[in-house]
Nanobody, 123 residues
Framework: QVHLVESGGGLVQPGGSLNLSCVASGRLFTPYTMAWYRQIPGKQRELVASKLVASLSTDDTTNYADSVKGRFTIPRDNRKDTVVLRMNSLKPEDTAVYYC????????????WGQGTQVTVSS
């Protein structure tokens, strides 16, 4: 069984930076996608950024929501069981609970969520 453990949330001032990390434990089968979502109370969970791990020997493919392009990045990483989200130029509207997600498929299909980590951007 796969579990996700998140770390790195907290309080930061507008314009500041924060890194989130998510590590998957358990056996993984490529291809799978590791992603970060965020949710504000009363609103739907939205996709922030993702990386597709197509195989263990190729580079991952990353994608970003328009609202975070140019500010958030998933750095290139050889660790296939980890997804890091580097958040720069943070804005108050980035305040949310951030969730790590792993979606495996199409051969071995399953989906798991992390417990969530709070990010608060405030002066």
């Amino acid at each position: 069984q796969v579990h996700l453990v998140e770390s790195g949330g907290g309080l930061v001032q507008p314009g500041g930076s924060l890194n989130l990390s998510c590590v998957a434990s358990g056996r993984l089968f490529t291809p799978y996608t590791m992603a970060w979502y965020r949710q504000i109370p009363g609103k739907q969970r939205e996709l922030v950024a993702s990386k597709l791990v197509a195989s263990l020997s190729t580079d991952d493919t990353t994608n970003y929501a328009d609202s975070v392009k140019g500010r958030f990045t998933i750095p290139r990483d050889n660790r296939k069981d980890t997804v890091v989200l580097r958040m720069n130029s943070l804005k108050p509207e980035d305040t949310a609970v951030y969730y790590c997600n792993l979606k495996s498929g199409p051969v071995i299909r399953f989906e798991v969520w992390g417990q969530g980590t709070q990010v608060t951007v405030s002066s």
